[in-house]
């Protein structure tokens, strides 16, 4: 399995660490000869928005939206100013894949919105970093300025007719400038609110111009899709889930951290490259996808595998592919208010469901967990969270909803206990 | 009438050579080139994150009154937009600030009992600043390292699986 | 266009649309009701509330959730469904959810009886609360002295805050902080300074903003309400009086697309205060020895009569304010000219009448109101328009937002909230730089011109291609209607509109400036429109050629006129003044014999003719203060008394007829009859050597006696008091810095344009402070007109000297 492994995104990690995320280092791993060839070639960008489409990737930011369809719907022909946007605000509870992209191998996703860029139209870009990242945000940095300076990015780049200027752009603490119409409006100096759609960003995005936006590893995926073919790419994974994709595997296990690693890989697996449950305690359950999506207990996961589909199957999402392990002896309702006061301290405001809902929910939980639950409460907050899921401008309403709707359903038996007994089932976190 | 998407802009009758420091203005100046020109104000957080860091660490209103001259927005605006995301201060603050993450990575990596003992020892709740004035202590959301949990933001830097003993070395180190 | 309609089904009801129109705005033409808070159809879309979540399908395929009618755009074949189980419970979860925080103290609540909230909540309102965590409780802020705050109450719909964004243009109102800790308001405790700002009032759907003066004197379901027309600027603003008893308890506006759509200025929301002012006048009184006696109507009247008559026909003059009814100056014209005088106007604040020749008959805003908004090019010539008429300043707005040109030409530059192009001249140069309009478009005019600069350049080239577009526009505002060379500029103006194939338009001050010209009560007019045989003195003349006896109607002498120094010598030279007023006030005591009260707005019938020619016609809604009479009603005895004949109405609608009968087939036409020939009428000097020239703007809240009585307006950061605002740059040739005291030396007498100031015996003089203010042209100042202290000074356009005190 470990041949398997660091074969996109993470290409450069077998590099010497002081100097992997250098122009050159990239270089030494094919870097920026796509790039040069459509610099050179000009191909029709719809035979590269093609090669994406064969890839099946599929948006790594959470959505798992096929990345080469929304490429596609950039209405390329209108004179308009059209940008890419990229996401690397990163903020999703169990996520930490793209500060360790723009860490490790910042170029290949300068590379990536270059060719995306170029696929929908677009002569501006801009990646927006959460503010909080400030080594991952100096090394991008630094690795713009190689390539302005080695003219990759710039003005009639190569001697084409080619420009493509790419800006960094910071945040300052809010995870729903991750959700991609806050976020434009973020860019466009205000809070982050999402946006109703339609229309869609496709349409009028950042600055009302057409845009694209796409996850940090999405992106920075595109160089070895090209490099490779599509159905390379396509193979790695499973069929609609192609390509490796990166896991952050956190909470109790041995070894946390990032695997790049096919789509398909058996959770067991997974959980074993990152040492298995620490302390040698059981499986109790894994969130797979990020905390916004439901938790799936631990011997469900365990007969599952790392894609889209088979996740849905499970009952859940794959996510941002964040992969939570939640170990025997975890108090569920406790994990479930962390959520909750989460979600209720991240939500904009706009919608009435997600910010009167988003408090009630964590307020009911702090009253459960402070031994004053009731018996109706549990009903109460399922009802609560069906009452925001669906109902809001963006998804952080689906995502404060389905934790708590998929903890009663799986863990029930803990909320009642500690509503009859006013103390939790199982005392630690 | 439909949706808007137009800049705020406002004509801020002051002499912009007035506002600021003419270090910061340059230094914004480079982030307003990024955006079209009529957008100004994609500027303001870049700006207000400048302003922040000199002037220790927060934001008064007189400071964000001139980044909105500055960037000519309406004042109003930045207010929203210094309100609404964490890492902007509007009270003064310590020395330094110690961000711990609570979010469920870090809470299953014991965060919990970090922020415990940093409030036991430090006499200090989230939110609050030491009585020194040494270190204002604040809870974060996610800080997006969650292979490390429990992360802890000193200032600009990431620590990384702090246990109470580290994280009382590295506040011992700060001045 | 009819290809475009699609048809969709709401509710099982088959209704059609344009492609791109909200669910929501489908439903209400057809008169479906869905809940909302956020929806406002003059606003921008937010979708936030979620109360107007509805259930839809689209070829037979439902959307997976429930969508928001107000931002889901209709489709060919789209079925939607606004009470079905599955909708219902999705606003049921929304009412939830905003009553959750939501204090539920209707009883004592302002908005208690008219509360979206309220209203909407009886419909769901099954539900016992679940909701057993405590309360959000939010801290106030004083907005001022017109909005009152509750804003535990607020729902965040961000009506407030994007009409302050969208139709303001002012971003006093925000959203800060985020989740649970959002909060509406300033955050930094300012007061709401924006002369539209009441409407905020009327679009928070919930008691969190409501009318402070207002504020609990009255319960919704005590009031009833009245139409009635707003009797300020010549807007004429649809409005809804809100009455208990006999009094007026407030003021909203009443839907009209046309003239105000839903908004109304906050002068016409808030000047009904003034109503119920200690200074009116509520009864008859005679100066008898000097001392002022209270008498009975039928012993006034006698007195008033004989006064009228006394000094003969030639020797009265009757001085009217624009703001009196269509039937008071039409009675008041004929009882005057009965008397044999047409010494008679209402142009209390024109000092240059050379024009009157070639006055248009019908002179007006040169198109519907409504149609501002289309304009692509707007010259505007001496207004400060959004003091003068706000709700046209907004459609200019508009029309800038929708990449108009905005044009102005003003003595001081104007703070406006949108993009314009402003060149800023002193008076005396006005002409001059109109010329250079004209030059630039080849069409040169005789007389002196500025040098041509980029900006006369864009200017006059956008308002060209505006005019071949068929959509340019040349104004006229008070500020250039008060100027000793208003003939001049207005036949100027004219010219480069014929030049620049624009429009030209009036931009009338009052609420019946132009109904003056239709009731006759101007010296060159009668009812109609048609000419007198010779012409009688206009309101300048008849105060520099004084009279002996004077009616005067609805007026403040020491406020309403260009010169009130002027004014109130002439009366105190008079033998006989009889004045019909709203209030008392000491200038009235001082020069008046015999001072009947007169129903003011809210009190008569009548009818007001605005900027654009429309006959906006209302009824009396409350009993006149005190012993106070109906204009018309007193005019019609005075008349019968002395056997007149044309004083028999039986009511006002009579008299209305009457007017309308005479103007039958007067179309509204700006065409100046002599236009080319007034462009070579001689400028009145400059201001002599050490004087500057005064420009004396009207203050939003100044305008009127009525305003100039509500006090609420007056404690508003718009009101202004008197000061002396120079460009710093002035201010330093002066020798003079912010806040010195100064003494403000105004000549009288000679108006023919000597230009010499303070050597005159009758100069007079006043005290303020010194402002500095980068906005004004050099060679001037501003020193506001109407206020307090200004009533010792001489023309609101003319020379003026500034003796800095102690110096
Ligand atoms: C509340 C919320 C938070 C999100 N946060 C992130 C994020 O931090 N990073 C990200 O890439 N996408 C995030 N997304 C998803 C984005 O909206 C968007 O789908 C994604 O950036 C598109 O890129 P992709 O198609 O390449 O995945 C978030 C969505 C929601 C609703
Ligand atoms: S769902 Fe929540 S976070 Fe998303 S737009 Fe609505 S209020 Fe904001
Ligand atoms: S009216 Fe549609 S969401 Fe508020």
């Known amino acids: 399995m470990a041949e398997n492994q660091n074969t996109v995104c993470f290409r450069t990690m077998h590099l010497d660490a002081r100097v992997r995320h250098t122009l050159e280092s990239y270089r030494s791993v094919g870097g920026y000869r796509q790039w040069e060839r459509i610099l050179r070639e000009k191909p029709d960008p719809d035979q590269l928005i093609n090669e994406v489409k064969t890839s099946a990737l599929r948006g790594r930011g959470g959505a798992g939206f096929p990345t080469g369809l929304k490429w596609s719907f950039m209405p390329r022909s209108k004179p308009d100013q059209k940008y890419i946007v990229c996401n690397s605000d990163e903020g999703e509870p169990g996520t930490c894949k793209d500060r360790d992209i723009m860490r490790y191998n910042p170029h290949q996703l300068i590379e990536g919105m270059a060719i995306a860029g170029y696929c929908i139209g677009a002569t501006i870009g801009y990646n927006y970093i959460r503010g909080e990242f400030y080594e991952p945000i100096a090394r991008f940095d630094e690795a713009l300025e190689e390539a302005y300076a080695a003219g990759l990015l710039g003005k009639e780049l190569l001697g084409s007719s080619i420009d493509f200027d790419l800006y960094t752009h910071l945040g300052a603490g809010a995870y729903i400038c991750g959700e991609e119409t806050a976020l434009l409006e973020s860019l466009e100096g205000k809070k982050g609110q999402p946006r109703f759609k339609p229309p869609f960003p496709a349409q009028a995005g950042l600055y009302g111009k057409p845009t694209t936006i796409n996850n940090t590893e999405s992106l920075a995926s595109v160089p070895v899709i090209l490099e490779k073919g599509g159905q390379w790419f396509l193979e790695q994974g499973r069929p609609n889930n192609g390509g490796p994709k990166l896991f952050s595997v956190t909470g109790h296990v041995a070894r946390p951290d990032n695997f790049e690693i096919p789509l398909g890989t058996p959770f067991r697996d997974l959980l074993e490259m990152a040492g298995g449950v620490s302390g040698g305690r059981a499986l109790k359950a894994v969130i797979p996808g990020g905390s916004s999506v439901p938790v799936v207990p631990g011997d469900v996961m365990l007969t599952t595998d790392m894609d889209y589909d088979s996740i849905t199957k499970a009952g859940s999402m794959l996510g941002s592919g964040a992969v939570i392990v939640i170990a025997e002896g975890t108090c569920m309702v406790k994990v479930l208010a962390n959520l909750a006061h989460f979600y209720a301290h991240e939500s904009c405001g706009q919608c009435t469901p997600c910010r009167e809902g988003t408090g009630w929910l964590a307020r009911v939980l702090d009253r459960m967990l402070a031994g004053q639950g009731r018996t109706q409460d549990l009903d109460l907050l399922d009802n609560v969270a069906g009452r925001i899921g669906g109902r809001t401008i963006c998804a952080l309403g689906d995502a404060a909803a389905m934790p708590v709707q998929s903890f009663l359903k799986h863990y029930r038996f803990e909320f009642e206990y500690l509503v009859e007994h006013g103390r939790p089932l199982v005392e630690a976190a | 009438m439909s949706f808007r998407n137009t800049p705020l802009a406002v004509i801020q009758d002051v002499d912009k050579e007035t506002l600021l420091t003419p270090e910061l203005r340059a230094e914004i100046d480079k982030h307003v080139a990024k955006y079209p020109p009529e957008w100004k104000q994609s500027a303001v957080m870049p700006a207000l994150t400048l302003v922040q860091d000199h002037n220790g660490g927060w934001l008064s209103r007189e400071l964000m009154d001139q980044v909105a001259a500055y960037l000519d927005m309406p004042e109003t605006a930045v207010y929203e937009v210094a309100t609404f995301y964490a890492m902007y201060d509007l009270e003064p603050v310590g020395r330094h600030k110690v961000c711990v993450c609570n979010s469920i990575s870090c809470m299953l990596g014991g965060a919990e009992e970090l922020m415990h003992h940093i409030e036991k020892k430090h006499n200090v709740a989230p939110g609050g600043t030491t009585a020194d004035g040494k270190l204002t202590f604040k809870e974060f959301e996610c800080l997006g390292a969650c292979r490390h949990a429990p992360v802890v933001m000193v200032d600009k830097a990431y620590h990384e699986c702090v246990t109470p003993d580290a994280i009382d070395k590295i506040i011992d180190d700060l001045d | ?807």
């Not at chain 3, 985020?178 to 928070?204: K, P, Q, W, Y």
């Not at chain 3, 209390?348 to 008959?361: E, K, V, Y």
């Not at chain 3, 809210?602 to 204009?631: H, I, K, L, S, Y």
């Not at chain 3, 103007?663 to 700006?670: M, R, T, V």
Request: charged share 20%; with cysteine.
């Open chain 3, 1 to 807: 266009m009819s290809d475009d309609k699609i048809t969709l089904e709401i509710d099982g009801r088959l209704c059609t649309a344009v492609p791109g129109e909200m669910i929501i705005a489908v439903a209400d033409r057809e008169g479906i009701a869905i809940p909302r808070f956020c929806y406002h159809e003059k606003l921008s879309i937010a979708a936030n509330c979620r109360m107007c979540l509805v259930e839809a399908e689209q070829g037979g395929r439902p959307f997976p959730k429930p969508v928001p009618a107000c931002a889901t755009p209709v489709n060919d074949g789209m079925k939607v469904l606004t009470r079905s189980k599955k909708a219902l419970d999705a606003q049921r979860g929304t009412m939830e959810f905003l009553l959750i925080n939501h204090p539920l103290d209707c009883p004592i609540c302002d908005q208690g009886g008219e509360c979206e909230l309220q209203d909407v909540s009886m419909g769901y309102g099954e539900d016992v609360s679940r909701f057993s965590e405590r309360k959000r409780v939010v801290k106030d802020e004083d907005l001022g002295p017109l909005i009152a705050t509750e804003m535990t109450r607020c729902i965040h719909c961000t009506r407030c805050v994007r009409f302050g964004a969208e139709i303001a243009g002012l971003r006093e109102l925000g959203a800060t902080g985020r989740g649970e800790d959002m909060r509406i308001g300033t955050f930094v405790e300012r007061t709401v300074a924006h002369e539209l700002s009441g409407n905020i009032i009327d679009l928070c759907p919930v008691g969190a903003l409501t009318s402070k003066p207002y504020r609990f004197t009255a319960r919704a379901w005590e009031l009833t309400s009245e139409e009635s027309i707003a009797p300020h600027d010549s807007v004429g603003s649809n409005l809804r009086l809100h009455i208990r008893g006999s009094q007026v308890m407030r003021v909203h506006p009443r839907d009209n697309e046309a003239v105000n759509e839903c908004w109304i200025s906050d002068r016409d929301r808030f000047s009904y205060e003034g109503l119920s002012s200690p200074e009116r006048l509520t009864e008859p009184l005679l100066k008898r020895n000097g001392q002022w006696q209270t008498v009975d109507w039928q012993e006034a009247l006698h007195a008033a009569l004989e006064a009228l008559q006394a000094p003969g026909p030639d020797q009265l003059g009757c001085l009217i304010s624009p703001t009196a009814t269509l039937e008071e100056q039409y009675l008041l014209q004929r009882l005057v000219r009965t008397l044999g005088s047409d010494h008679i106007d209402t142009r209390l604040r024109q000092q240059d009448f050379r024009g009157d020749a070639a006055d248009p008959t019908f002179p007006w805003l040169g198109l519907p109101i409504a149609e501002l908004e289309q304009q692509q090019g707007v010259l505007l010539i001496g207004s400060d328009l959004r003091q003068e008429q706000p709700l046209l300043a907004h459609r200019l707005r508009m029309a800038a937002l929708d990449g108009a040109t905005i044009a102005l030409l003003n003595p001081y530059a104007l703070a406006l909230n949108h993009a314009s192009l402003q060149l800023v001249a002193a008076p005396p140069a006005l002409a001059s730089e109109l010329r250079a309009l004209s030059q630039v478009l080849g069409k040169p005019v005789q007389g002196a011109t500025v040098e041509i600069s980029d900006r006369h350049r864009q200017i006059a080239t956008a308002l060209q291609a505006a005019g071949k577009a068929g959509q340019g526009l040349v104004l006229l505002g008070a500020l250039a209607e008060a100027d000793p060379d208003y003939s001049l500029i207005r036949a100027l103006a004219a010219a480069l509109a014929e030049t620049a194939e624009c429009r030209l338009g009036f931009l009338a001050a009052a609420a019946n400036s132009i109904g003056s010209r239709l009731a006759g009560s101007l010296p060159h007019r009668l009812p109609g429109g048609a000419a007198p045989k010779r012409p009688g003195l206009d309101a300048q003349a008849m105060l520099t050629d004084p009279r002996q006896g004077y009616l005067l109607w609805g007026l403040e002498p020491d406020r309403d006129f260009a010169d009130p120094s002027l004014a109130m010598a002439a009366l105190r030279s008079a033998k006989q003044v009889v004045a019909c007023s709203h209030f008392k006030s000491a200038a009235l005591d001082e020069v008046a014999d015999v001072l009947l009260p007169i129903s003011a707005f809210a009190e008569t019938a009548g009818t007001f003719v605005n900027a654009e020619g429309r006959w906006q016609r209302f009824q009396g809604a409350v009993a006149p203060a005190g012993d106070a009479r109906p204009g018309w009603k007193v005019l019609r005895v005075l008349g019968t008394m002395l056997e007149f004949d044309g004083f028999g109405q039986n009511n006002a609608r009579e008299v209305h007829d009457e007017v309308a009968h005479a103007c039958s087939g007067l179309a509204p036409d700006n065409r100046l009859s002599d236009a080319r020939a007034l462009t070579a009428i001689t400028e009145r000097s400059a201001p002599s050597a050490g004087a500057l020239t005064r420009i004396g703007n009207l203050p939003i809240y100044a305008s009127d006696a009525l305003v100039r009585h509500a006090p609420a307006l007056q404690r508003t950061p718009l009101a202004e008091s008197l000061a002396v605002y120079l460009h710093p740059q002035q201010a330093a040739d002066l020798g003079l810095t912010e806040g010195d005291q100064v003494r403000l030396i105004q000549g009288a007498g000679s108006h023919s344009g000597s230009g010499s100031v303070g050597d005159n015996a009758a100069a007079k003089e006043a005290r303020a402070p010194v402002v500095l203010d980068d906005r004004i042209a050099l060679g001037c100042t501003r020193i506001p007109a109407g206020v307090d202290g200004s009533e010792a000074l001489g023309p609101i356009i003319g020379p003026v000297r500034i003796e800095k005190i102690g110096a």
